[in-house]
C-alpha cells in the first residue's frame, strides 16, 4: 500500500471516532467527511481489485450476505458477566470481566494484607520473646519451691530436738506446728502454682507453634494473592507502543521527516496504570526526536546517513523494575549549546558551567522552560520541556536519564517500577526520628570515617568506587524542627547510605540504620503534599507512622542547590551560621520594580493562585482575616481569566500547577504591558536557589519557601501594597 492509501485508512478511524463521540453525546448520525470518504474507498476499491463498479458492487452484496450469518457468539451470562470460549476440544475457560477501579480496589486490600501480616508477626514475635523469660521464672520458681523444702526439712527436725523442751510450754508449742503446717500449705500451693504455669507454659508453646505454622501459610497466601493481583494488573507494553504508530508517522509526514519506529520488548508486562502515566512523558520525548533529534533527508545525505532515521523504543525487565529506552540516531544533543544556554539564564556561574561535566551540563534540559531553540515550533520547545516530562516519571516513583554522542543520537532511559504497592524500605533514626529510604534508590550502606573524606570548598567528599561523591548530614539537610544542626565529629564512624538519582550519588549521614522493611507507600493528603524532601506516609509493622524521603528531590537539592550544610566540621562557627540560616530562610525577596501601591477606601484585592484546595483554602482565611478581598485559582488558565475580569493588586502563585504552570502563568502575565505594574509572590515548596533566580527572572518580585509563617507573607505584602482608610 502507498502513503496515500494509509491516509485514507486512517482517515476513515479519525472519521469513525467521531461518529463514536458524536453517539456518546446523544448527537446522532452526525458526519464530517462521511461522504466523501466514501466515495475515496469505493475508488481505491476499483482501483485494487480492477473491477467495475457493478462488479464492485455484486462483490459488496457477497459479503453483506455472507455477514448476515456470523458465527454463535459466546454465550454471555448478563449476571455475573462471565463469557465462555472453548479453548481445546472439550475445554471451555470461563473470564469474569472487572472495572479497573474494582482490580485496584482489591489490590490496596491485598496490600494491606500483606502489611497487617508483617504486623501480626512483629506482634507474635514480641509474643514468642517473653517465653523464655517465663520458662525462666518458672524454673526460679521451682528453685523457690526447693529451697522451701529445704527450710521445712530444718524447721521439722529442730521441731523434733525441742520437742521435750516444748511439752512444758503449749502455746509456744500451738505456735510452732501451726508456723510448720502453713509453710507445708505454702509450699503444697506453690507446687500447685508451678504445675499449673508448666502446664500453661507447654500449652503456649504449642499454641505459638500452631500460630507460627497458621501465620506462615496466611502469609504465603496473602503475598500469592497480591503478587497474583498484581500480575492480573499487567498488561504488555504492547499496549503502550502501538499508540505512537500515528502520532509519529503524521509529525514525520507533516514536518518532511523521514522514520522508522523500531519496537523492541512489546511482550514486557508493567502495570496497567503506570501504562497509562508514561504515555505522554514518552510521546514527548518521542517528538523531541523528532524535531530537534532526527535529520532531514537531506541533512542525513550530506552526513552519509541513510535518508530514513531510526528511533528504537524498547523494554526490558529487571527485577521488581521495567526499564524504558526511547533512542534516535539523529544529531545528538549540543553540549556546549547547552551550557551557554544555562550560562545565559542565569542557572550557573560561567566559571563553574565550564567544570561541569556532560552529565551534569544534561541535567539543565530538566529545568522548567528550558530550551536550547531559539523559536518555539508547534512540534515541540513549546514552554513545557523535558521538567514536564521528569515531573510525571517521577510521580510514578521512577527515574530518567539522558546520554548523548554527537552525531549519533541520544538515550532517553527511563526505569520505573512494576507496580506501586508494596515496596521495599530501608528504616533510618534521624535525631530520635525514623525515616524510610525507598530501596529503589539505595545503592549501598558503610560506616564512613570523616579523617578518609576529602574536603574542597567547605565541602566533604567521599571517595565512592572512583568517583568523588557529596557527603551530607541528613538530619541538617531535613532541618527537623527544634533541632540544632549538628557539627560532624573527626574522630567518630556514621553510617553512610549512598543513594542514587539519574545517574547521580549521594552520601547520606545517618543517626542509626534500624532495618529493611517492607512497605506501603500512602499519600500525604493535599494538606502535606509539598512538605519538602518528603513523598509520602507509612504505617509500620508495630503500628508506628514514618515519612518516606524523597530521594531524587535531596539528590537534586544537593547537586543543583549547592549547599553548605557540612561547614559544622570546619570549625569556623560564623561561617556555619551563615550558611544555615542562608538555607533555612524561607523567604527571599526580589529588588522590587513595582511601585507601591496605596489602596484607598477599598479592601486591597490579592489573587491566590495553587492546585491545592488546602492551601487556597488556607490563605483566603488568613488574608481574609487581615482585611484583604481574596479570590482564587486553581491553575494558570483559571488566573488569567480572573485577570481579564478584573483588577488586582498583587498575585501570589504556586510553580508546579496543571494545565498552567506558575513559570507559564508568569511569562504570560509579564508580557502584557496592562500588568507591567502587579507585584508577582511566589510561594512554592521548591527551594532550589536555580528555581529562585528563574522565577525572579521570569519578572516574579518574592520568592517565599513552604511552609512559612504568616508573618514572612504578610510582611512580603506589605512591601508592595499599602492601605489607606478615608
Same mark, same amino acid.
Given at each position: 500500500?502507498?502513503?496515500?492509501?494509509?491516509?485514507?485508512?486512517?482517515?476513515?478511524?479519525?472519521?469513525?471516532?467521531?461518529?463514536?463521540?458524536?453517539?456518546?453525546?446523544?448527537?446522532?448520525?452526525?458526519?464530517?467527511?462521511?461522504?466523501?470518504?466514501?466515495?475515496?474507498?469505493?475508488?481505491?476499491?476499483?482501483?485494487?481489485?480492477?473491477?467495475?463498479?457493478?462488479?464492485?458492487?455484486?462483490?459488496?452484496?457477497?459479503?453483506?450476505?455472507?455477514?448476515?450469518?456470523?458465527?454463535?457468539?459466546?454465550?454471555?451470562?448478563?449476571?455475573?458477566?462471565?463469557?465462555?470460549?472453548?479453548?481445546?476440544?472439550?475445554?471451555?475457560?470461563?473470564?469474569?470481566?472487572?472495572?479497573?477501579?474494582?482490580?485496584?480496589?482489591?489490590?490496596?486490600?491485598?496490600?494491606?494484607?500483606?502489611?497487617?501480616?508483617?504486623?501480626?508477626?512483629?506482634?507474635?514475635?514480641?509474643?514468642?520473646?517473653?517465653?523464655?523469660?517465663?520458662?525462666?521464672?518458672?524454673?526460679?520458681?521451682?528453685?523457690?519451691?526447693?529451697?522451701?523444702?529445704?527450710?521445712?526439712?530444718?524447721?521439722?527436725?529442730?521441731?523434733?530436738?525441742?520437742?521435750?523442751?516444748?511439752?512444758?510450754?503449749?502455746?509456744?508449742?500451738?505456735?510452732?506446728?501451726?508456723?510448720?503446717?502453713?509453710?507445708?500449705?505454702?509450699?503444697?500451693?506453690?507446687?500447685?502454682?508451678?504445675?499449673?504455669?508448666?502446664?500453661?507454659?507447654?500449652?503456649?508453646?504449642?499454641?505459638?507453634?500452631?500460630?507460627?505454622?497458621?501465620?506462615?501459610?496466611?502469609?504465603?497466601?496473602?503475598?500469592?494473592?497480591?503478587?497474583?493481583?498484581?500480575?492480573?494488573?499487567?498488561?504488555?507494553?504492547?499496549?503502550?507502543?502501538?499508540?505512537?504508530?500515528?502520532?509519529?508517522?503524521?509529525?514525520?509526514?507533516?514536518?518532511?521527516?523521514?522514520?522508522?519506529?523500531?519496537?523492541?520488548?512489546?511482550?514486557?508486562?508493567?502495570?496497567?496504570?503506570?501504562?497509562?502515566?508514561?504515555?505522554?512523558?514518552?510521546?514527548?520525548?518521542?517528538?523531541?526526536?523528532?524535531?530537534?533529534?532526527?535529520?532531514?533527508?537531506?541533512?542525513?545525505?550530506?552526513?552519509?546517513?541513510?535518508?530514513?532515521?531510526?528511533?528504537?523504543?524498547?523494554?526490558?525487565?529487571?527485577?521488581?523494575?521495567?526499564?524504558?529506552?526511547?533512542?534516535?540516531?539523529?544529531?545528538?544533543?549540543?553540549?556546549?549549546?547547552?551550557?551557554?544556554?544555562?550560562?545565559?539564564?542565569?542557572?550557573?556561574?560561567?566559571?563553574?558551567?565550564?567544570?561541569?561535566?556532560?552529565?551534569?551540563?544534561?541535567?539543565?534540559?530538566?529545568?522548567?522552560?528550558?530550551?536550547?531553540?531559539?523559536?518555539?515550533?508547534?512540534?515541540?520547545?513549546?514552554?513545557?520541556?523535558?521538567?514536564?516530562?521528569?515531573?510525571?516519571?517521577?510521580?510514578?516513583?521512577?527515574?530518567?536519564?539522558?546520554?548523548?554522542?554527537?552525531?549519533?543520537?541520544?538515550?532517553?532511559?527511563?526505569?520505573?517500577?512494576?507496580?506501586?504497592?508494596?515496596?521495599?524500605?530501608?528504616?533510618?533514626?534521624?535525631?530520635?526520628?525514623?525515616?524510610?529510604?525507598?530501596?529503589?534508590?539505595?545503592?549501598?550502606?558503610?560506616?564512613?570515617?570523616?579523617?578518609?573524606?576529602?574536603?574542597?570548598?567547605?565541602? *566533604?567528599? !567521599?571517595?565512592?568506587?572512583?568517583?568523588?561523591?557529596?557527603?551530607?548530614? #541528613? /538530619? +541538617? &539537610? $531535613?532541618? @527537623?524542627?527544634?533541632?540544632?544542626?549538628?557539627?560532624?565529629?573527626?574522630?567518630?564512624?556514621?553510617?553512610?547510605?549512598?543513594?542514587?538519582?539519574?545517574?547521580?550519588?549521594?552520601?547520606?549521614?545517618?543517626?542509626?540504620?534500624?532495618?529493611?522493611?517492607?512497605?506501603?507507600?500512602?499519600?500525604?493528603?493535599?494538606?502535606?503534599?509539598?512538605?519538602?524532601?518528603?513523598?509520602?506516609?507509612?504505617?509500620?509493622?508495630?503500628?508506628?507512622?514514618?515519612?518516606?524521603?524523597?530521594?531524587?528531590?535531596?539528590?537534586?537539592?544537593?547537586?543543583?542547590?549547592?549547599?553548605?550544610?557540612?561547614?559544622?566540621?570546619?570549625?569556623?562557627?560564623?561561617?556555619?551560621?551563615?550558611?544555615?540560616?542562608?538555607?533555612?530562610?524561607?523567604?527571599?525577596?526580589?529588588?522590587?520594580?513595582?511601585?507601591?501601591?496605596?489602596?484607598?477606601?477599598?479592601?486591597? *484585592?490579592? !489573587?491566590?493562585?495553587?492546585?491545592?484546595?488546602?492551601?487556597?483554602?488556607? #490563605? /483566603? +482565611? &488568613? $488574608?481574609? @482575616?487581615?482585611?484583604?478581598?481574596?479570590?482564587?485559582?486553581?491553575?494558570?488558565?483559571?488566573?488569567?481569566?480572573?485577570?481579564?475580569?478584573?483588577?488586582?493588586?498583587?498575585?501570589?502563585?504556586?510553580?508546579?500547577?496543571?494545565?498552567?504552570?506558575?513559570?507559564?502563568?508568569?511569562?504570560?502575565?509579564?508580557?502584557?504591558?496592562?500588568?507591567?505594574?502587579?507585584?508577582?509572590?511566589?510561594?512554592?515548596?521548591?527551594?532550589?536557589?536555580?528555581?529562585?533566580?528563574?522565577?525572579?527572572?521570569?519578572?516574579?518580585?518574592?520568592?517565599?519557601?513552604?511552609?512559612?509563617?504568616?508573618?514572612?507573607?504578610?510582611?512580603?505584602?506589605?512591601?508592595?501594597?499599602?492601605?489607606?482608610?478615608?
Amino acid at each position: 500500500f502507498s502513503q496515500e492509501v494509509f491516509d485514507l485508512f486512517f482517515s476513515i478511524v479519525d472519521e469513525i471516532e467521531y461518529i463514536v463521540d458524536q453517539l456518546s453525546e446523544g448527537h446522532r448520525g452526525k458526519t464530517r467527511n462521511y461522504s466523501q470518504l466514501i466515495t475515496r474507498l469505493e475508488q481505491l476499491y476499483q482501483d485494487l481489485t480492477g473491477l467495475k463498479r457493478e462488479e464492485a458492487e455484486e462483490a459488496e452484496e457477497v459479503i453483506s450476505v455472507e455477514a448476515k450469518a456470523p458465527s454463535q457468539p459466546p454465550p454471555v451470562d448478563s449476571f455475573t458477566s462471565e463469557t465462555v470460549r472453548e479453548t481445546q476440544p472439550g475445554l471451555k475457560e470461563t473470564y469474569v470481566r472487572l472495572r479497573v477501579q474494582q482490580l485496584d480496589s482489591l489490590l490496596n486490600e491485598a496490600s494491606e494484607l500483606v502489611i497487617n501480616q508483617t504486623q501480626l508477626k512483629t506482634q507474635l514475635d514480641k509474643f514468642k520473646y517473653y517465653l523464655p523469660h517465663i520458662e525462666l521464672e518458672s524454673k526460679n520458681l521451682q528453685n523457690i519451691q526447693w529451697y522451701l523444702n529445704t527450710i521445712l526439712d530444718e524447721e521439722r527436725r529442730l521441731y523434733e530436738s525441742l520437742q521435750a523442751q516444748l511439752e512444758d510450754h503449749p502455746t509456744l508449742k500451738q505456735k510452732q506446728e501451726e508456723q510448720l503446717e502453713n509453710l507445708r500449705r505454702v509450699i503444697q500451693n506453690l507446687r500447685l502454682f508451678s504445675n499449673k504455669l508448666m502446664q500453661t507454659l507447654q500449652g503456649i508453646k504449642e499454641s505459638t507453634r500452631v500460630y507460627d505454622e497458621s501465620l506462615q501459610k496466611i502469609t504465603r497466601l496473602g503475598a500469592q494473592i497480591h503478587s497474583e493481583i498484581i500480575q492480573a494488573r499487567l498488561v504488555p507494553m504492547s499496549l503502550l507502543f502501538r499508540r505512537f504508530h500515528r502520532p509519529l508517522r503524521d509529525l514525520a509526514r507533516k514536518f518532511n521527516k523521514k522514520i522508522r519506529l523500531q519496537l523492541e520488548g512489546e511482550s514486557t508486562e508493567l502495570d496497567r496504570t503506570l501504562i497509562e502515566e508514561l504515555y505522554e512523558p514518552i510521546l514527548h520525548i518521542l517528538r523531541n526526536a523528532i524535531d530537534h533529534g532526527i535529520e532531514t533527508p537531506e541533512e542525513r545525505k550530506k552526513k552519509g546517513k541513510p535518508e530514513e532515521g531510526i528511533i528504537l523504543l524498547s523494554a526490558t525487565h529487571d527485577r521488581n523494575f521495567v526499564t524504558l529506552t526511547v533512542r534516535d540516531d539523529g544529531r545528538g544533543i549540543d553540549i556546549e549549546k547547552v551550557r551557554q544556554k544555562a550560562v545565559a539564564l542565569n542557572l550557573i556561574e560561567p566559571k563553574q558551567a565550564k567544570a561541569l561535566s556532560e552529565q551534569e551540563v544534561l541535567e539543565f534540559l530538566f529545568y522548567p522552560g528550558f530550551t536550547t531553540k531559539e523559536d518555539v515550533s508547534e512540534l515541540s520547545g513549546r514552554g513545557v520541556g523535558l521538567d514536564a516530562v521528569q515531573r510525571q516519571v517521577q510521580k510514578i516513583k521512577g527515574d530518567i536519564r539522558i546520554q548523548t554522542q554527537p552525531d549519533l543520537g541520544t538515550q532517553f532511559t527511563i526505569r520505573v517500577p512494576i507496580s506501586l504497592t508494596v515496596t521495599q524500605a530501608m528504616l533510618v533514626e534521624i535525631s530520635g526520628y525514623v525515616y524510610s529510604i525507598p530501596l529503589i534508590q539505595v545503592e549501598e550502606t558503610l560506616n564512613v570515617n570523616l579523617e578518609h573524606l576529602k574536603s574542597r570548598d567547605e565541602q *566533604r567528599y !567521599l571517595l565512592h568506587r572512583g568517583i568523588e561523591i557529596p557527603v551530607y548530614h #541528613l /538530619s +541538617n &539537610l $531535613l532541618q @527537623l524542627h527544634q533541632v540544632k544542626p549538628k557539627p560532624l565529629s573527626l574522630t567518630g564512624e556514621y553510617p553512610a547510605i549512598v543513594v542514587q538519582d539519574e545517574g547521580r550519588r549521594v552520601a547520606l549521614l545517618v543517626d542509626k540504620i534500624v532495618q529493611r522493611e517492607e512497605i506501603l507507600i500512602k499519600s500525604l493528603g493535599p494538606g502535606l503534599q509539598n512538605v519538602k524532601f518528603i513523598t509520602g506516609g507509612s504505617v509500620l509493622a508495630d503500628g508506628k507512622v514514618v515519612l518516606v524521603l524523597d530521594v531524587p528531590e535531596i539528590i537534586r537539592e544537593i547537586v543543583t542547590g549547592r549547599h553548605h550544610l557540612n561547614h559544622h566540621a570546619s570549625g569556623n562557627k560564623s561561617g556555619s551560621r551563615e550558611a544555615v540560616e542562608s538555607v533555612t530562610a524561607t523567604s527571599v525577596a526580589a529588588q522590587v520594580y513595582r511601585r507601591k501601591r496605596v489602596v484607598k477606601g477599598r479592601k486591597p *484585592r490579592i !489573587l491566590v493562585v495553587d492546585d491545592s484546595a488546602s492551601i487556597r483554602k488556607f #490563605l /483566603s +482565611n &488568613l $488574608l481574609g @482575616l487581615r482585611g484583604f478581598e481574596v479570590e482564587m485559582a486553581k491553575n494558570g488558565f483559571h488566573a488569567l481569566e480572573f485577570l481579564n475580569q478584573q483588577d488586582f493588586d498583587l498575585m501570589i502563585t504556586d510553580l508546579e500547577m496543571p494545565q498552567m504552570s506558575g513559570y507559564e502563568l508568569i511569562e504570560q502575565v509579564r508580557a502584557e504591558d496592562r500588568w507591567e505594574n502587579l507585584p508577582i509572590v511566589v510561594l512554592t515548596g521548591r527551594a532550589s536557589k536555580h528555581i529562585q533566580q528563574l522565577t525572579l527572572d521570569l519578572g516574579a518580585d518574592a520568592f517565599i519557601i513552604k511552609p512559612f509563617k504568616e508573618t514572612e507573607l504578610l510582611d512580603t505584602i506589605q512591601v508592595f501594597i499599602e492601605t489607606e482608610d478615608k
